[in-house]
Nanobody
Framework: QVQLVESGGGLVQAGGSLRLSCAPS????????LAWFRQAPGKEREFVAR????????YYADSVKSRFTVSRDNAKNTLYLQMNNLKPEDTAVYYCATKRAAAAEYAYWGQGTQVTVSS
């Protein structure tokens, strides 16, 4: 399996910004669909955003549209989530995940990085 490592989480005030990163361990993202999920305390995991490695297709949950931007750097083999105008309800553990484009499920997951937004 691909092993994914997230970074960039932290504590930020409402209205602030954070940039999350995700990189595989010893593997490439080429040919995969990549996504971000999050799970808040006491709540189920929810989809946040996804992107194809070629960057030709992106999709966002309604709750983060216009505030979050998913991107990737092919040269660095890294996935990003730029989060702007953060709200307290964005507080969660954020996970990156990836799968082959035709696969039904995201088979590879990171360990998560904590994002806390204070009011």
């Amino acid at each position: 399996q691909v092993q994914l490592v997230e970074s960039g989480g932290g504590l930020v005030q409402a209205g602030g910004s954070l940039r999350l990163s995700c990189a595989p361990s010893g593997r490439t993202f080429i040919g995969y669909t990549l996504a971000w999920f999050r799970q808040a305390p006491g709540k189920e995991r929810e989809f946040v955003a996804r992107i194809t490695w070629g960057g030709d297709s992106t999709y966002y949950a309604d709750s983060v549209k216009s505030r979050f931007t998913v991107s990737r750097d092919n040269a660095k083999n890294t996935l990003y989530l730029q989060m702007n105008n953060l709200k307290p309800e964005d507080t969660a553990v954020y996970y990156c995940a990836t799968k082959r484009a035709a696969a039904a499920e995201y088979a590879y997951w990171g360990q998560g990085t904590q994002v806390t937004v204070s009011s």
